[in-house]
């Protein structure tokens, strides 16, 4: 089991920075890929980005390829969104998640973190 806790969302204007953080439990996170994804209203979930087990493979979304960076802290059981350059249409819930290595299914979520991007 791992229970995901997410923090370091809220209101910033257009063009500004946020950083994300996603706490996770259990003594096996460095066995999990993690993912960050996001939902506006009205919209289907989106995956934002993810990351292996060791940090070395990561996959972008279009939408935020150049301007989001993930990592990730094995030593701490953490998860970053560094999301820089952001727009209005970033507005959304981010949610983190996990997966096994076992798996190609998202299965652990975190209970969200509203980012609001004023124009």
């Known amino acids: 089991q791992v229970q995901l806790v997410e923090s370091g969302g809220g209101l910033v204007q257009a063009g500004g920075s946020l950083r994300l953080s996603c706490a996770a439990s259990g003594r096996t996170f460095s066995t999990y890929f993690m993912g960050w994804f996001r939902q506006a209203p009205g919209l289907e979930r989106e995956r934002v980005a993810t990351?292996?087990?060791?940090?070395?493979?990561?996959v972008y979304s279009d939408s935020v390829k150049g301007r989001f960076t993930i990592s990730r802290d094995n030593a701490k059981n953490t998860v970053y969104l560094q999301m820089n350059s952001l727009a209005p249409e970033d507005t959304a819930v981010y949610y983190c998640?996990?997966?096994?290595?076992?798996?190609?299914?998202?299965?652990?979520w975190g209970q969200g973190t509203q980012v609001t991007v004023s124009s």
């Open positions: 990351i292996s087990p060791t940090g070395v493979n990561i």
């Open positions: 998640a996990a997966r096994s290595i076992l798996t190609t299914t998202y299965g652990y």
